[in-house]
């Protein structure tokens, strides 16, 4: 799962080059020059990363907890299920793994000739020499699940993971972990702080993609007030919420 987490970096990478872009051209150029929605948009990317790793973290989670390289968190107290055994998939997706079982052997012959060549099929073996083969044949094919990959995806993608509860909500289809407490712990804060900030940051990026960050009290056109402080405050903390849930995970 550390392609989630390199993937988060490059993106706050990004949202410090942005930041960066920012502080060089405010330096050089007349204070008339409002600069402050490349400080927006850095929010919003840096919002962005953390909904992102989130979501690759949960998929490459399930997808191994599905292969049996990773443990299946248990249920909780008022359920039979865990979290990740109640996910649904469609029956499009499954049906296709159910045809394959149904014809095996025509899966199987198609499997060998492939990796093993056509003159393989030809000749004659006993089943100790052929058991290796076939184990490997069936094994990629139990590792290869883009279909449930897919089905991840697309139940994932009409999901926002921001919210500190929505993020929980997520991480609990791969771990019982109580994870604002030991997220907490890592940075130091209270719990209730550490929800509160993430909370406070996300509200605020709502407000620039939602209602372009409009401050209605004031006259047409006023913006909320942001700044770089407010800004670096808060992808610094993003990264250290996100580098400590992967320390925890």
């Known amino acids: 799962m550390q392609s989630a987490l390199d993937q988060f970096r490059i993106s706050i990478g990004r949202v410090r080059d942005l930041i960066s872009l920012h502080n060089s051209i405010k330096a050089q150029a007349t204070p008339a020059l409002d600069l402050s929605d490349i400080l927006r948009a850095a929010l919003v990317l840096?919002?962005?990363?953390?909904?992102?790793?989130?979501?690759?973290?949960?998929?490459?989670?399930?997808?191994?907890?599905?292969?049996?390289?990773?443990?299946?968190?248990?249920?909780?107290?008022?359920?039979s299920s865990s979290a990740f055994s109640r996910f649904q998939v469609?029956?499009?997706?499954?049906?296709?793994?159910?045809?394959?079982?149904?014809?095996?052997?025509?899966?199987l012959e198609n499997e060998i000739i492939q990796n093993q060549g056509y003159s393989f099929l030809q000749q004659p073996y006993i089943i100790s020499a052929l058991l290796p083969v076939i184990s490997n044949s069936i094994l990629n094919r139990l590792n290869n699940v883009s279909w449930l990959e897919?089905?991840?995806?697309?139940?994932?993608?009409?999901?926002?993971?921001?919210?500190?509860?929505k993020i929980a909500e997520a991480i609990r289809l791969i771990s019982d972990k109580k994870l604002w407490d030991e997220v907490a712990t890592q940075l130091g804060k209270p719990t209730k702080?550490?929800?509160?900030?993430?909370?406070?940051?996300?509200?605020?990026?709502?407000?620039?993609?939602?209602?372009?960050?409009?401050?209605?009290?004031?006259?047409?056109?006023?913006?909320w007030n942001i700044d770089e402080i407010l800004v670096d405050d808060a992808v610094n903390f993003i990264e250290q919420v996100v580098e400590s849930i992967h320390k925890i995970l």
């Open 46 to 79: 840096a919002v962005s990363a953390l909904d992102y790793y989130v979501h690759e973290i949960v998929t490459l989670g399930m997808l191994e907890i599905h292969r049996g390289q990773r443990p299946e968190p248990p249920s909780s107290a008022n359920t």
């Open 150 to 165: 897919d089905e991840i995806r697309e139940r994932l993608s009409y999901q926002s993971f921001q919210q500190p509860e």
């Open 193 to 223: 702080d550490v929800k509160q900030q993430l909370s406070a940051i996300v509200d605020r990026r709502n407000k620039i993609a939602h209602e372009a960050d409009i401050d209605p009290t004031f006259n047409i056109g006023s913006r």
């Open 90 to 107: 469609s029956l499009g997706g499954a049906r296709q793994e159910r045809l394959i079982a149904l014809d095996i052997a025509s899966w």
